[in-house]
């Protein structure tokens, strides 16, 4: 069964940095996109980024655009978003799903950035 | 790209049926058939429901059904039941490779 097993969420103070990874299983990794969507507490859902099968074409927010950089490892089914220059604003659980149709989700990993 | 517009609550009664609107524009979801709903339950992955305006995944009910008329797009759940209480989010394509979701909508059931 598909599974995508997300990690690496803390606390962070702003300004500093964290990677974020999502472990796939159950399917055929190479063959989607991905994204990852964020949810603050108590919020709704926000569209973070998403990376083409191949990791050859990469869409950003405004809201993160120049500060995360998202990537793939399709030989350790891995997808990664790199989080730099990180602001009190950025504290979510983060969640990378599968494209097209965002149909499988991971569990989400929290960050917490503050002082 | 702002949110899609979402009521924050709806409610209905056991076996009674709910709608909840989604409210975009031509440039999400009035622009695309890619429009789809997932449903929340707290502290939990969302799980999508419906997506393409109208179709539903495998293992979801058939009570869980989705339209869209212009920029508002709607999901019904019919023959509400306890296990439906939950959130709701709606998404779309927002064209050049960019998404959006819904304010969100938690129903009750009563």
């Known amino acids: 069964q598909v599974q995508l097993v997300e990690s690496g969420g803390g606390v962070v103070q702003p300004g500093r940095s964290l990677r974020l990874s999502c472990a796939a299983s159950?399917?055929?990794?190479?063959?989607?996109?991905m994204h990852w969507v964020r949810q603050a507490p108590g919020k709704g859902l926000e569209w973070v980024t998403l990376?083409?099968?191949?990791?050859?074409?990469?869409y950003y927010a405004d809201s993160v655009k120049g500060r995360f950089t998202i990537s793939r490892d399709n030989s350790k089914n891995t997808l990664y978003l790199q989080m730099n220059s990180l602001r009190v604003e950025d504290t979510a659980v983060y969640f990378c799903?599968?494209?097209?149709?965002?149909?499988?989700w991971g569990q989400g990993t929290q960050v917490i950035v503050s002082s | 790209q702002s949110a899609l517009t979402q009521p924050p609550s709806a409610s209905g009664s056991p076996g009674q049926s709910v709608t909840i609107s989604c409210t975009g524009t031509t440039s999400d979801v009035g622009g695309y058939i890619y429009v789809s709903w997932y449903q929340q339950h707290p502290g939990k992955a969302p799980k999508l429901m419906i997506y393409?305006?109208?179709k539903r995944p495998s293992g979801v009910p058939d009570r869980f059904s989705g339209s869209k008329s212009g920029n508002t797009a709607s999901l019904t759940v019919s023959g509400l039941q306890a296990e439906d209480e939950a959130d709701y989010y709606c998404?779309?394509?927002?064209?050049?490779?960019?998404?959006?979701f819904g304010t969100g909508t938690k129903v009750t059931v009563l």
């Open positions: 799903a599968r494209s097209p149709q965002f149909d499988y």
């Open positions: 393409e305006v109208t």
């Open positions: 998404g779309s394509y927002a064209g050049s490779n960019n998404y959006v």
């Open positions: 990376i083409s099968y191949d990791g050859t074409n990469k």
């Open positions: 159950g399917f055929t990794f190479s063959n989607f996109d």
